[in-house]
């Protein structure tokens, strides 16, 4: 099974222990007696923070060993597919190609929250006004000073320093790279048709960063630079990330306020495959996050641990879901909730 290499990293915000455990790589919790069932899955570095929250707390109610490598999402849906975990687990939904490659896997959503835009810009305030046009130019490498005019527009009263602008981006096949050029590609037909949407793209500028905390460490060691990952990481690692522009034109922050005001816009999985996109809701969503996304586990139908697994993930979307809101996770909607039930259900030995 891949792992994710050892770093020290110290966390004072929020969940030290947990992201201290997927800093680690490999999060692994048993209850204190004999654990008798090991469930080992990986995956998606976006969830990987409230997966680490729930491993201590499965073990202790089951006895389960569960260890889980944050590994990338596309590594998540490698693995699960190969059989070499138990379950994997991807913020980008499985395209039809990876259904029929996974043979007889099901997409069950379990998470909620958003990604944040952050930056490293001393001596400029939390909370910079950022829209999605201006965003995708600076990502497509158009926009490459601190202080060019479209940002100035959108921070009137804002002094903006001549730094230039470096970008940092996943060199990992990552969900939440698919999340953030979802969302490109929606606000932008030049970023749409030249890159696309995807768990990687042909970046036209920046420097690739392995997982959340790689893109995290590059923004933090570079002044100027703009990155990208899961909100936890931007608190815990005390980032500053861009209030967005929705399409109500509201700015709004990737808190669990405008979470749950972007999942409102689909509450509704899509039949087969579960899929949810909450990606730039529609304006009457109006203090909606428009980067925010649903992230899900992927799990073979039949299984040799299919009570274990079905005990684990029956919890985490129910019990589990407390864990969330201390890291910005957003519990899943309640009709989402029952789509997961039923979809867990269907696991079997």
């Known amino acids: 099974m ?12 929020v969940a030290a222990a947990a992201l201290a455990a997927v800093s680690a790589g490999t999060a692994t919790a048993s209850a204190a007696g004999h654990a008798n069932t090991t469930l080992v899955g990986a995956g998606s570095t976006f969830v990987a923070p409230l997966v680490s929250q729930w491993i201590p707390a499965v073990g202790q109610a089951y006895g389960y060993e569960v260890q889980y490598s944050a590994i990338g999402s596309g590594g998540g849906i490698s693995a699960v597919t190969s059989r070499t975990v ?4 991807s913020d980008a939904p499985l395209s039809s190609d990876q259904f029929a490659a996974c043979k007889g896997c099901l997409q069950i959503p379990w998470a909620l929250s958003a990604t944040s835009v952050f930056y490293n810009v001393p001596g400029v305030k939390n909370l910079l006004h950022m829209d999605g046009p201006t965003l995708a130019r600076i990502f ?10 479209a940002i100035r527009r959108l921070n009137r009263g804002i002094s903006l320093p001549a730094t230039p602008i470096a970008v940092a981006h996943r060199s990992d096949n990552s969900g939440t790279t698919y999340n953030l050029t979802d969302y490109l590609s929606k606000v932008s037909p030049a970023w749409k048709s030249k890159y696309g949407t995807g768990v990687a793209v042909n970046w036209p500028v920046g420097t690739g960063g392995r997982g959340s905390s790689g893109v995290a460490a590059i923004v933090t060691q570079t002044p100027g630079a703009i990155g990208y990952a899961d909100v936890a990481y931007a608190k815990a ?15 709004t922050t990737p ?21 949810l996109s909450i990606v730039n809701p529609p304006r009457k969503f109006a203090l909606a996050y428009p980067i925010s996304t649903f992230t899900y586990v992927i799990v073979p139908q039949q299984s040799g641990k299919a009570p274990e697994l079905k005990k684990f993930l029956f919890w985490a979307v129910t019990k589990g879901q407390a864990f969330g809101p201390k890291l910005l996770f957003q519990p899943i909607p309640k009709s989402v909730l029952v789509v997961a039930e039923k979809t867990i259900g269907k696991i079997h030995g």
Do not use: C, Y
């Open 2 to 13: 891949p792992k994710i290499g050892n770093s020290t990293r110290t966390v004072i915000a």
């Open 86 to 89: 138990d379950f994997g687990a």
């Open 237 to 251: 690692n005390h980032l500053k990330f861009f209030a967005v522009k929705n399409r109500s034109g509201k700015f």
């Open 140 to 149: 497509m490498g158009q926009i490459t000073k601190w202080n060019d005019p």
């Open 255 to 275: 808190g669990l306020r405008g979470i749950k005001a972007a999942a409102t816009s689909d509450q509704k999985p899509a039949p087969g495959t579960n899929e």
